[in-house]
């Protein structure tokens, strides 16, 4: 069993910048692929970002690569976001999800474990 908690979301101007944490509970955070999902009012949830737990490899949604950077602290037991030039359609709950597998990591389906959400709102 895997809690996630998610933490540094707020309000913040366009092209302001945030940083997200989700801290994991458990031994094996290591072992678990994590990544970070979005909705927005009306709109399904979305994939934004996902780091591997093996390879360490990284991966983006095209709307958000080369503004936000997601990274690992396995001695922590937390994932970052960091998030840069952030425009209002940024605007959403965000949420981390830690899963098994290694590849895949832009379907939620994949995410057995999920937090319960922070609130990132980019205003004009």
């Known amino acids: 069993q895997v809690q996630l908690v998610e933490s540094g979301g707020g309000l913040v101007q366009a092209g302001g910048s945030l940083r997200l944490s989700c801290a994991a509970s458990?031994?094996?955070?290591?072992?678990?692929?994590m990544g970070w999902f979005r909705q927005a009012p009306g709109k399904e949830r979305e994939f934004v970002a996902a780091?591997?737990?093996?390879?360490?490899?990284?991966y983006y949604t095209d709307s958000v690569k080369g503004r936000f950077t997601i990274s690992r602290d396995n001695a922590k037991n937390t994932v970052y976001l960091q998030m840069n030039s952030l425009k209002p359609e940024d605007t959403a709950v965000y949420y981390c999800?830690?899963?098994?597998?290694?590849?895949?990591?832009?379907?939620?389906?994949?995410?057995?474990?999920w937090g319960q959400g922070t609130q990132v709102t980019v205003s004009l």
């Open positions: 999800a830690a899963g098994a597998p290694e590849y895949g990591l832009a379907y939620a389906r994949v995410y057995d474990y």
């Open positions: 458990g031994r094996t955070f290591e072992r678990y692929s």
């Open positions: 780091i591997s737990w093996k390879n360490i490899s990284v």
